[in-house]
């Protein structure tokens, strides 16, 4: 405040000291006019003839001869104030873009009407904002920063309203211009837009980038009334705050020995909230790091709730371009908080879940037809799956990191989001080595999120000696690769018995496939392999229990029969167990088959009990 008041009377010196040199030397002066401290030594007539305040002050204090006079809260100041005398004086000066403002407004304060004096200052300073400014965006722009000073009378004089609207109707026609320069005819005769042609419509975009906010935040709206295209605003949105949020340096300061500056942060609170208030509606008009970047700014200036949210569900509404990087938001909370605001990516995680499941249920008649392999949606699925993985495993070495948390964040998507659950695997191997005290309890809840059918060659046998894991996630990772070495055998004998793989085997090979489908398919798929692998287990029942009775057999055999006896009856045993029998219903029963199945049991046994 002390540094305006001081240039304000700097600005008043100079313009005493030029007044001197136009006013009449030789008339002596009759009265004083005082303006933000600064003084005039002037004349009444030709004040009185063009100013009626000046003149009703003077008529006023008719009997006592007023020779002083001080005019408060002038708009524009002393410097405004020399020009409206010179006016008077009838002193030649040049109306510009950078004073019609002020002289607009001085002329409103002092009365300087055609009620007066025919072609006051008044109605000259409107003709030139109506018939110069108002057809020149670039001007437009200039008058909007004059008015910042001036407000509210520029406003009421709609000074502002003017030049907004302006601006607003030359950027619509610019692009309208700039459409039909990039028509053209295609070889078969059509008229079409040429989408590389290089667009010359939004050369104002850097032009609005100097007006203060809340005037900026008034041009943006009358744009978008005016039909300006959702990407020429976003753009200029980008611009504004990359030059408003990135000039100050009070955003980033981690020391914090630096003086944070409370109306600088207040300033770019102000432009975060008003810039996120003017986001268009449609996707992919701003690039989706710029929403991030919004969304960690609102975060560090504590912007208000509503700001934040509204950004949240923007990203999660198109999570699937996302980056690593992007997720990557840094906790500016107490210090035994996490590294990265987990919160927050939790929260979109939820915005883009809620935002597919809305999308397929408008249509109960296909839903899980879009949410086929090949639907967007399901790939977006698979591209945020793959990247909250990436960012599981990131976050995972933080010592402050609740297991609540990291599990929230990984249960966010629906099952059928992972194909393979590799990166889920690594994130929680990442996890248990930097959380070594994990009771076994949360060591199991959270190895439950793991599904080791879906896991690669590689990483289950990465699991399979993993110390980490607790027992029985061990056992099942045994359990899978040892159905999944069975599905290798039975496909190397394919090409010369063409023996029906066994479903338990095929569940495994076609895991990524089961899991890429919709959850209806996918339900009816599993409930389908459900009923075939009782039946398997049924008929395993079964051959076991007539083994155990030709056992039986066999050793009552023995005991009662002579040597060649036995040796006969020993001789049609041997040939019913044959490994080469034809026994069609049944299979064979050789010893490691017999011993397979038996650890199969124990094995399911144990998976069962986990369960």
């Not at 690039?287 to 991030?292: D, S």
């Not at 894991?469 to 070495?485: A, C, H, T, W």
Request: proline share 3%; charged share 25%.
């Amino acid at each position: 405040m002390d540094k305006q008041q001081h240039h304000q009377l700097s600005l008043a010196k100079s313009s005493r000291q030029r007044c001197n040199e136009w006013i009449f030397r030789d008339v002596k002066s009759d009265i004083t006019i005082e303006v933000n401290g600064g003084t005039f030594a002037l004349h009444k007539f030709p004040l009185v003839s063009r100013s009626g305040r000046i003149r009703k002050l003077v008529a006023e204090h008719r009997d006592s001869d007023i020779s002083r006079v001080e005019l408060l809260n002038l708009p524009g100041g002393a410097e405004t104030f020399e020009l409206a005398a010179k006016f008077c004086y009838g002193i030649n000066f040049e109306i510009t873009s950078s004073n019609v403002a002020q002289l607009c407004c001085v002329s409103d304060y002092l009365e300087m009407t055609e009620e007066f004096s025919k072609d006051n200052l008044g109605s000259r300073a409107e003709e030139y904002l109506e018939s110069i400014v108002c057809k020149n965006l670039e001007m437009c722009v200039e008058v909007l920063q004059q008015c910042e000073n001036l407000l509210p009378l520029a406003d009421e004089l709609k000074i502002v309203s003017r030049c907004i609207d302006a601006i607003a109707s030359k950027a619509c026609a610019e692009q309208i211009a700039s459409s039909f320069s990039r028509l053209e005819y295609s070889s078969s005769g059509r008229l079409h837009m040429n989408r590389q042609a290089k667009c010359d419509g939004d050369w104002w975009i850097e032009d609005l980038s100097v007006i203060r906010i809340d005037l900026y935040q008034r041009v943006m709206t009358a744009m978008k009334c005016r039909g300006v295209r959702p990407e020429s605003i976003g753009a200029s949105l980008v611009n504004y705050a990359q030059k408003e949020l990135t000039k100050k340096s009070s955003l980033w300061n981690p020391s914090g020995h630096t003086k944070i500056d409370l109306f600088s942060t207040d300033h770019e609170r102000l432009v975060v909230e008003t810039i996120v208030s003017l986001l268009p509606v449609e996707k992919l008009a701003v690039p989706i790091t710029f929403l991030f970047g919004l969304l960690r700014s609102a975060v560090m200036l504590d912007c208000s709730i509503a700001c934040r949210l509204d950004l949240e569900r923007r990203i999660g509404s198109q999570l699937d371009i996302a980056t690593l990087d992007d997720l990557l938001i840094p906790s500016f909370r107490h210090a035994g908080d996490t590294l990265f605001d987990v919160d927050t990516v939790q929260r979109i995680l939820v915005n883009f879940s809620q935002q597919d499941d809305s999308e397929d249920d408008m249509d109960d008649a296909s839903v899980f037809e879009s949410d086929s392999p090949h639907s967007p949606s399901q790939g977006a699925l698979f591209k945020v799956s793959k990247l909250v993985d990436n960012y599981l495993a990131e976050i995972a070495p933080d010592a402050n990191l609740k297991l609540a948390k990291f599990m929230a964040v990984a249960e966010t998507l629906p099952t059928h989001a992972r194909t393979i659950h590799d990166g889920l695997y690594r994130a929680i191997d990442i996890y248990l080595k930097a959380h070594q005290g994990l009771p076994d309890a949360d060591k199991k809840k959270l190895c439950k999120l793991i599904d080791f059918q879906k896991l690669s060659q590689e990483a289950g046998a990465h699991a399979a000696q993993n110390e980490r894991l607790p027992l029985q996630s061990i056992v099942q990772v045994l359990y899978f690769e040892q159905l999944r070495l069975r599905n290798a055998l039975c496909c190397s004998y394919a090409d010369d018995d063409r023996k029906p793989v066994n479903h338990q085997s095929w569940r495994i090979s076609s895991s990524a496939l089961s899991a890429a489908m919709s959850p209806k398919d996918n339900y009816a798929s599993l409930r389908r392999e459900n009923r075939e692998l009782k039946l398997e287990l049924a008929r395993m029942r079964m051959r076991l229990n007539d083994l155990e009775k030709e056992h039986v057999c066999m050793k009552r055999d023995m005991a009662k029969s002579s040597s060649r006896k036995f040796m006969s009856s020993f001789t049609k045993k041997i040939g019913g167990l044959s490994l080469f029998g034809h026994s069609s219903s049944r299979g064979s029963s050789s010893p490691s088959r017999q011993s397979y199945r038996t650890d199969s049991k124990v094995i399911e046994r144990t998976c069962a009990s986990t369960d």
